[in-house]
């Protein structure tokens, strides 16, 4: 295990993302659909901030707007104050569902953004496999994504953001469909790359443990539309251990406000549905 922060590693100078009075609002057939309410956000470099709330509360939906695949109705997006106006290299995102491309091996999808960039091929090779041995994976450089477990594809997902120099990465509950022992290896490993670089991370998860394991702060949100209920900041030093009394103290009382959330939710639901 590895001695980290128990806070953020920078909490100077201008936020690397600010989201002011957001709103995003879908179109659809039987009329628009809120998704995202008012949303105010600021994000400091090097913060850990896991994004904290049941299905349908626009999780998933504010991260692609942090990552530009979608925009705001209303309000700004902005990294170091300019306006995020679609996907960029200063962002790099990892999903679920890993995303690699199927047709290359492990080294020539971390490569593929260095490539794209035009780098020379001796710096391509030397960032590929400087990310490759980041992850653990540099015994595994000529296999195919198919050839791989859920976890280890997860870290070619993460390298190959790593390789392309982002400063930010977004995570879409990325560790979901793994084992409980692989997920608690990879959330570890990501606290380790996290501590070795400058990147900041946003996670989205549904997971109140996995929340408090990884994040300088949690935000909770709620639905009806997706808004922000409560930024909470944790202090617990790392490695932090699941069975302890304060981690779950603190798990307990996030828990209370993520269930709080969603009953108020219900019944608004039900009032509208009278």
Same mark, same amino acid.
């Given at each position: 295990?590895?001695?980290?922060?128990?806070?953020?590693?920078?909490?100077?100078?201008?936020?690397?993302?600010?989201?002011?009075?957001?709103?995003?609002?879908?179109?659809?057939?039987?009329?628009?659909?809120?998704?995202?309410?008012?949303?105010?956000?600021?994000?400091?470099?090097?913060?850990?901030?896991?994004?904290?709330?049941?299905?349908?509360?626009?999780?998933?939906? %504010?991260?692609?707007?942090?990552?530009?695949?979608?925009?705001?109705?209303?309000?700004?997006?902005?990294?170091?104050?300019?306006?995020?106006?679609?996907?960029?290299?200063?962002?790099?995102?990892?999903?679920?569902?890993?995303?690699?491309?199927?047709?290359?091996?492990?080294?020539?999808?971390?490569?593929?953004?260095?490539?794209?960039?035009?780098?020379?091929?001796?710096?391509?090779?030397?960032?590929?496999?400087?990310?490759?041995?980041?992850?653990? %994976?540099?015994?595994?450089?000529?296999?195919?994504?198919?050839?791989?477990?859920?976890?280890?594809?997860?870290?070619?997902?993460?390298?190959?953001?790593?390789?392309?120099?982002?400063?930010? %990465?977004?995570?879409?509950?990325?560790?979901?469909?793994?084992?409980?022992?692989?997920?608690?290896?990879?959330?570890?490993?990501?606290?380790?790359?996290?501590?070795?670089?400058?990147?900041?991370?946003?996670?989205?998860?549904?997971?109140?443990?996995?929340?408090?394991?990884?994040?300088?702060?949690?935000?909770?949100?709620?639905?009806?539309?997706?808004?922000?209920?409560?930024?909470?900041?944790?202090?617990?030093?790392?490695?932090?251990?699941?069975?302890?009394?304060?981690?779950?103290?603190?798990?307990?009382?996030?828990?209370?406000? %993520?269930?709080?959330?969603?009953?108020?939710?219900?019944?608004?639901?039900?009032?509208?549905?009278?």
């Amino acid at each position: 295990m590895h001695n980290f922060p128990s806070s953020s590693k920078s909490s100077t100078g201008l936020p690397i993302l600010s989201i002011d009075s957001l709103e995003k609002t879908f179109p659809s057939a039987d009329g628009d659909i809120h998704a995202l309410h008012n949303i105010n956000l600021e994000v400091r470099k090097g913060e850990f901030v896991c994004l904290l709330g049941a299905s349908g509360c626009g999780k998933s939906t %504010l991260l692609r707007v942090i990552g530009g695949f979608d925009s705001p109705s209303e309000g700004s997006a902005k990294i170091y104050g300019k306006k995020i106006d679609g996907p960029g290299p200063d962002r790099g995102v990892v999903f679920q569902d890993y995303a690699l491309f199927p047709w290359l091996t492990v080294q020539e999808n971390i490569a593929f953004g260095p490539k794209h960039r035009g780098l020379p091929k001796s710096e391509i090779k030397d960032i590929s496999q400087k990310y490759m041995e980041m992850v653990g %994976l540099t015994k595994f450089a000529t296999k195919y994504p198919n050839t791989l477990s859920g976890g280890m594809k997860q870290r070619v997902a993460i390298a190959r953001v790593l390789a392309n120099d982002a400063e930010i %990465l977004l995570m879409d509950e990325p560790f979901a469909a793994l084992d409980a022992l692989t997920r608690a290896k990879l959330q570890e490993e990501l606290l380790d790359i996290w501590e070795r670089t400058s990147l900041t991370v946003i996670f989205v998860t549904h997971s109140v443990e996995e929340a408090v394991v990884l994040s300088d702060r949690i935000v909770v949100m709620g639905a009806g539309p997706g808004h922000i209920e409560s930024d909470i900041s944790i202090t617990l030093p790392r490695p932090r251990d699941p069975s302890s009394v304060e981690f779950n103290d603190l798990r307990r009382d996030v828990s209370n406000q %993520l269930r709080k959330n969603i009953i108020q939710a219900a019944s608004v639901k039900e009032s509208a549905d009278v």
